[in-house]
Every structure is written in structure tokens, then in C-alpha cells.
């Protein structure tokens, strides 16, 4: 059993603590020293890994092997005085050795800056504001005329030039100069005016052409163009016009609805209300827990010490790295295309890192407070989402997060979570009322037997109690 002692020092937020690790323990560590040691000797008349201790010691010193053990055991040793001095250090610590020898407890000291000490806000029952989940009826139309757009024809129009939001088949050559440049030409392109899809000016350029009309557009390529052959530079394009089409939407009726699976446009306009309904109340429960964290985080006071900033912001990168990846890109090449350094990158974040820190922290100084704990069963119940999300056995995915050490991180997350929800739930919400819908007769019956068996039940366990 280690001896730790704990020192708080005049330097904010740091300790210094000094171990002392028995004798006998640390003889332990100086035999396996030996043993690793011995196994790299090869010495004639002895055994591979059997050299005697003394051999050893003549050859590279007793304090050499001892130096050795230490360089093995002691990050061992300091990680099991943290855990007994109940401190979470958030830096590498600076370890000096105070004494070893033969005969001697092992002792050293370990200066560390630990988790700064959180002053809380008010945190129960603040105000925020709910959004509406209500579907309205504009949202509906919207996502109507979506469908309207997508199931459109295409007409060919006649007699009259190229107008804003029509679709111009065109064949196109780009020229930097007098010379054709690489991915400039294109035939029997259809291009949507106003969409946007070309350098800016050229859209507005063929607006005006006629049927069977050549021209020369005049362009300038943006200054941030990914092509940077291209970037900053005039070019010409030769457009030939050999089609114009206009978008003819259907009519709003039951056989647009049968298009797309329901029998009734009342049915299709049903399903998008159910649909908004789900995607605005994700987007309310999500903006309330931002309400709340960023208000409880507002108020409270605690000094985010840099090397956590530090910490946050590889972890930013190291997600950022997942999501370009994701995209097939290696973020090498995304800073390379944004004309970004990693350096730059980090001072840009760096404010939302110091923010999510004080976050987390205040989270944590609250769960504490208000005893909200994680049990194993919620930890393997994460886990378990895990593994059916990439097809894993559980205990296989499990193992991955033993091995890596980071069972604690996922259940630090679950509490975060589980405070959040708790914050939410003691908040005092303003906002829209709901509208209810009124229900049918048979839901009406339904309800109204479920009640007389709920009011049953509670007679009876009033009885019971008498």
C-alpha cells in the first residue's frame, strides 16, 4: 500500500504530492528489471535471461537497474496515488525522485495541476424558451411544392429567348486567353438558370440568348476557385443555346399523391405534417438542453486552465479528421484545399474549446452536486448501441473499450447526458402552448377505461394500507 500525502500549493489549482512506495513493492519491481534486463544479455556460460543479478550489476551498475524499475513502475505508482488522494490531474505531472536505494521505500514527488474548482450559478429552475413543435401550414406547403418540383416535366418552349428559371441545353468551351483550358467544355449540358451551379456571371449572361444563338460570355473565376490554374483569372466561354425547357408543375390533386405512395393528397399532406412534427420536436429538444447548458455555463465562474484547452482542441481535431475522412478526404489535403495551417485551424477553435471545457466542468460540479450518478447497467447499455451500430458482438466491443481505457470517458458522457436531462426537466419553460388535438371516440373510450383501472388500482393499494 502506497503513502501518499497531499500538498496544495500557492500556484492556483496544483498540488504536490509525495509517495512513498514500500520497500518490498518496490523490490518487486527491481527483480523484474533484472529479469527484462537479463533477457537481453547474451554473456558465453550463461543461459539466455538466466544471467545472475551480480553479473548484472557489473556489467551496467545496481543503479542503472534501479533507475530501470523505475522508469517501468513508477507511472503505475503515481496513477494509483491519484486515485487514493482523489485528485484528477488535467496535465502530465512533474515527477522528481526524492530517495532509492537498497533497504529504502521508494519516494518521489509529483507536482500537477488538477481540475479547477467550479463556482456555481443559479442552475435550478431556469428560464428558457420552448420552440413549437406545430407543424404550420406553410412549412406543409413547402414540402408539398418539394414533391410538385421533383415529379415536374420538362416542356420545350418555342419563340421566345432564354428567361430566369428556365433549363437552357447548351454546349459550351471555356478559353483562358486564346487557349482552351482543361474541364472547360461540355455538350448537351442542361443547366438550370439561377441555380447558381455556374461561376457567378454566366448564368445571368445566357438569360436573353435565343434558340440556335451563339455567344461569348465573359467571366472571372473566384479568387478562392479550388483550380488553381483558374483561381483570379478571365476566361471566355463560347455558348451555343440548343434547347430551352420550362418546368411545368402538376397539378395539386390526388394523382400527384399516388405518385408518391398515398391515395390522397389529404393522406401525402398528413404524412409531411408527421414528419415536420418529429423533425421540429428533435430540433426543440435540442435547442432547449443548448438553452440550458449555455445558460447554467454563463453563470457559473471557474478558471479553464490552458493545457485543458490544449486537450479539447486535439480532440476537436481528432473529430474533424473523422468527419473529413468520412468524406474521403484526409485532412492534409482539406487544409491544403482551404489553404489553411494546422496552426490556424486550432487558434480558430480555440474560444469554442475553452467554452466546451467551462461546460463540461460546470456538468460535472452540478451531477456532483445533485448525487446523478451512472450505473454498469447504463454503460453497457451504451455500449450495446455501439456494438449493434457497426455489427459487433458486445462483448467484443466492450473489450475495445477496456483495452483502451476509455470505459470512463463513456460513462463521464452518460452523466453529462443525464444532467442535461436533469436541468431540462427542473427548467421553467416558456414558449408556445402546444395545439391538442381533439380525440376520437374511440381513443376518448379507451382513455376513460384506462383511467377507472388506474383509479381501481389506487383504491385498492389504499386499502392495502390501511
Known amino acids: 500500500m502506497l503513502k501518499t500525502e497531499v ?14 512506495v514500500p520497500t518490498d513493492k518496490f523490490d518487486e519491481a527491481v527483480d523484474d528489471a ?6 537481453q544479455f547474451v554473456i558465453p556460460g550463461f543461459r539466455k535471461g538466466k544471467v545472475p ?32 488522494a482523489e485528485i484528477e490531474p488535467i496535465d502530465q505531472p512533474e515527477v522528481n525522485v526524492i ?15 488538477v481540475k479547477p474548482e467550479v463556482k456555481l450559478g443559479e442552475y435550478k429552475g431556469i428560464e428558457v424558451e420552448k420552440q413549437s413543435t406545430e407543424p404550420s401550414e406553410e412549412e406543409i406547403n413547402e414540402q408539398v411544392e418539394a414533391i410538385r418540383n421533383n415529379f415536374a416535366n420538362l416542356e420545350p418552349i418555342e419563340g421566345r429567348p432564354v428567361k430566369e428559371g428556365d433549363f437552357a441545353l447548351i454546349d459550351f468551351e471555356g478559353f483562358i486567353g486564346d487557349k482552351p483550358f482543361e474541364g472547360g467544355a461540355a455538350n448537351d449540358y442542361l443547366l438550370e438558370i439561377g441555380s447558381g451551379t455556374f461561376i457567378p456571371g454566366f448564368e445571368d449572361q445566357v438569360v436573353g440568348m435565343k434558340k440556335g444563338e451563339i455567344k461569348d460570355i465573359m467571366v472571372t473565376f473566384p479568387k478562392d476557385y479550388g483550380n488553381d490554374q483558374l483561381a483570379g483569372k478571365e476566361a471566355k466561354f463560347r455558348v451555343l443555346v440548343k434547347e430551352i425547357k420550362e418546368k411545368k408543375l402538376q397539378e395539386l390533386n390526388d394523382d400527384l399523391a399516388k405518385q408518391v405512395g398515398f391515395d390522397t393528397l389529404d393522406e401525402l399532406r398528413a404524412d409531411i405534417r408527421s414528419k415536420v412534427y418529429e423533425v421540429k420536436k428533435k430540433h426543440a429538444s435540442s435547442d432547449l438542453r443548448g438553452q440550458v447548458v449555455d445558460k447554467v455555463t454563463d453563470a457559473a465562474e471557474v478558471d479553464v486552465h490552458d493545457a485543458m484547452v490544449e486537450n479539447e482542441l486535439d480532440e476537436m481535431v481528432e473529430e474533424f479528421t473523422g468527419d473529413v475522412r468520412r468524406q474521403g478526404l484526409e485532412l492534409d489535403k482539406y487544409l491544403e484545399i482551404t489553404g489553411m ?17 467551462k461546460s463540461r466542468l460546470v456538468l460535472e460540479a452540478i451531477a456532483k452536486n445533485e448525487d446523478i450518478e451512472v450505473t454498469p447497467e447504463e454503460v453497457d447499455n451504451e455500449i450495446k448501441k455501439a456494438a ?61 377505461n384506462k383511467d377507472e383501472v388506474k383509479e381501481e388500482q389506487k383504491i385498492q393499494n389504499d386499502k392495502g394500507t390501511e
Open 99 to 113: 530517495q532509492v536505494g537498497d533497504g529504502k521505500p521508494l519516494v518521489f514527488t509529483a507536482k500537477v495541476k
Open 7 to 20: 500538498e496544495k500549493l500557492e500556484e492556483k489549482d496544483t498540488v504536490l504530492l509525495r509517495i512513498e
Open 53 to 84: 543479478k551480480a553479473v548484472i550489476n557489473s556489467r551496467i551498475g545496481k543503479e542503472s537497474v534501479q533507475q530501470e524499475a523505475i522508469q517501468k513502475a513508477l507511472p503505475h505508482y503515481y496513477a494509483d496515488a491519484v486515485k487514493e
Open 388 to 448: 449493434e451500430a457497426t455489427g459487433r458482438d458486445f462483448e467484443e466491443v466492450k473489450q475495445i473499450f477496456l483495452i483502451k481505457g476509455t470505459i470512463n470517458d463513456l460513462s463521464k458522457r452518460i452523466q453529462i447526458g443525464k444532467t442535461i436531462d436533469w436541468l431540462v426537466d427542473n427548467a421553467v419553460t416558456e414558449g408556445p402552448k402546444e395545439k391538442v388535438e381533439e380525440r376520437t371516440e374511440p381513443e376518448k373510450e379507451e382513455k376513460a
Open 341 to 357: 495551417t494546422m496552426e490556424q485551424l486550432r487558434e480558430d477553435w480555440r474560444d469554442r474549446a475553452r467554452y466546451r471545457v
Open 34 to 39: 533484472y529479469s527484462r534486463i537479463a533477457k
